[in-house]
């Protein structure tokens, strides 16, 4: 082993049943280097993070630690006794503790504590990371940036040599992040490796020395930051090569009414409790517009601050011109807006309720529950829209749970197209379904426009996003940084474009 490799992970492999989440991937660590571990989601970052800190147990693979050899590592107890530390995106401290007992909780020995000595301790780790706290005040009063520094102040007081640090910037402010680079740029110093997990781009070129990139559980490699420009890594990332990227051109907006030009929904300087920066959005009558960039960019928040599912804090919006409010979803739906969400198991799926209860819902949420649908109507609307969409079912009785993926979606999918929406928001309609119900969605998309609805839809499959948009919205780290159409509609441009193109 390099005499200044703190740790090296060989060969590691992790299946699930049906699913090989890591394939002989590769990763090392140096000492005093902040390495980025990057990919989309499903790409094995937290697999291997999990394998490397006891949660799951690896199938195959060696991992190494300098001065110690081969480890094996069956627990997170383990990892720390091995000194490598973890700090995750939720913090997982005692807001109702003072800092110092945050610090050494579970480390005191015997009945007695001196409160004193842990206290002097705690105040001397704070000043020498220079961590903006006190031993004695509650960690409640901190903000989310102290508190992650104080979990970070743990690790280091446990001698850790490896230190992982998962999406730790996700909840923090520009100047908050700058406060935790500085950290993390002083434990560089002080040898500590460390292991930076985040969706953020600028981020990681800001503060890394090194990017080891996964695809589909597998490595596609380790790269110095100065060998791999930013749009070579999303290149990497959705396993675009430049070169070769066929343009593919967006057959949206194929709607020849004569107000194919009027704005139906139109947003300024929206901003939600979400973390988005405020954005400008419009879409015309008959348009399929999108919102891409790479997990994390924003993408699902936008939309969410459209249909009012986040809390709306500032801007304004237009319904054909005339200002509306959209505080809750309510509002949207009740001016004709209707979203379909990322998570339709979370957000989407109610899974005791049959197939018929799924599709009625939100219309009968607009009509309101104490004028319930007859018996007759809901088995006509739902009969109706099982063969529309070819959904799959027993029969209309059957618990939507029982249903497959693809077809769950597609009764989602049907709840909104009763509702006989002027805009359809579609986040994420074609993940985890068949190729087949893929197609469908695709052509269902385009036909809907051509009648004249409006449809955002957002994948994460580019592909996907040129075969139905006509426009682009593009996005990262939270705000929006383009638009594209016409001859700017390609791989290549979109890919520019979310890496920025001044940095290429």
């Known amino acids: 082993?390099?005499?200044?490799?703190?740790?090296?992970?060989?060969?590691i492999?992790?299946?699930?049943?049906?699913?090989?989440?890591?394939?002989?991937?590769?990763?090392?660590?140096?000492?005093?280097?902040?390495?980025?571990?990057?990919?989309?989601n499903g790409a094995g970052k937290s697999t291997l993070i999990k394998v490397l800190t006891g949660v799951y147990s690896k199938d195959a693979g060696t991992i190494t630690l300098e001065g110690q050899g081969e480890v094996a590592i069956h627990s997170p107890q383990d990892a720390q006794k091995c000194g490598i530390s973890t700090v995750y995106q939720e913090?997982?401290?005692?807001?109702?503790?003072?800092?110092a007992e945050n610090m050494y909780i579970g480390r005191t020995k015997g009945n007695i504590t001196n409160w004193k000595k842990m206290s002097e301790d705690a105040d001397k780790l704070l000043s020498l990371l220079e961590i903006p706290a006190k031993a004695t005040q509650q960690l409640g009063s901190c903000s989310i940036a102290v508190q992650q520094m104080v979990a970070i102040a743990r690790a280091v007081d446990m001698?850790?040599?490896?230190?992982?640090?998962?999406?730790p910037t996700s909840s923090l402010d520009e100047q908050e992040v700058e406060k935790l680079f500085n950290l993390m740029r002083g434990l560089k110093k002080r040898g500590v490796g460390i292991i930076f997990v985040t969706h953020f781009l600028d981020q990681v070129y800001e503060v890394c020395d090194k990017i080891t990139v996964l695809r589909d559980g597998q490595l596609v490699g380790e790269y110095e930051i100065k060998d791999l420009p930013r749009v070579k890594l999303v290149a990497k990332m959705l396993g675009k090569e430049m070169d070769d990227l066929s343009d593919i051109k967006g057959e949206g907006g194929s709607y020849e009414g004569a107000d194919a030009d009027e704005h139906i929904f139109d947003a300024r300087e929206l901003q939600s409790n979400a973390g988005i920066k405020p954005f400008d959005f419009y879409i015309k009558k008959g348009e399929v517009n999108g919102f891409t960039g790479l997990l994390g960019s924003g993408r699902s928040?936008?939309?969410?601050?459209?249909?009012?599912?986040?809390?709306v804090l500032k801007g304004t919006v237009k319904m054909h011109g005339k200002d509306v409010k959209i505080n809750k979803p309510l509002d949207a739906m009740r001016n004709g807006i209707a979203y379909l969400p990322e998570d339709r198991k979370v957000d989407g799926i109610i899974g005791d309720l049959s197939v018929r209860d799924n599709i009625i819902l939100a219309l009968q949420v607009l009509k309101g529950f104490f004028k319930p649908f007859s018996k007759a109507e809901a088995y006509a609307f739902a009969d109706e829209y099982i063969k529309k969409l070819n959904i799959k079912t027993a029969s209309a009785d059957t618990p939507i749970k029982s249903l497959s993926g693809?077809?769950?979606?597609?009764?989602?999918?049907?709840?909104w197209l009763l509702m006989h929406p002027e805009y359809l928001i579609l986040d994420e309609p074609t993940r985890g379904i068949d190729?087949?119900?893929?197609?469908?969605?695709?052509?269902?998309?385009l036909e809907l426009a051509k009648g004249g609805m409006s449809v955002t839809f957002i994948s994460s499959e580019t592909d996907e996003m040129l075969r139905t948009c006509s426009r682009l919205i593009v996005m990262r780290d939270r705000k929006v940084v383009g638009e594209l159409s016409g001859e700017d509609l390609t791989q290549n441009k979109i890919m520019s474009t979310i890496a920025g193109e001044s940095n290429v």
Do not use: W, Y
């Open 91 to 99: 913090i997982t401290l005692c807001p109702n503790l003072t800092v």
């Open 301 to 311: 928040e936008c939309v969410r601050a459209i249909f009012g599912a986040d809390r």
């Open 159 to 167: 001698e850790c040599k490896v230190l992982i640090l998962d999406e």
């Open 13 to 40: 492999n992790k299946s699930f049943p049906g699913v090989k989440a890591l394939q002989n991937v590769d990763f090392s660590l140096n000492k005093g280097e902040i390495h980025a571990l990057m990919g989309e």
């Open 406 to 415: 693809g077809n769950q979606q597609k009764v989602i999918l049907a709840r």
């Open 435 to 445: 190729v087949g119900t893929k197609v469908d969605i695709q052509k269902l998309v």
């Open 1 to 11: 082993m390099d005499d200044n490799r703190v740790l090296e992970m060989r060969g």
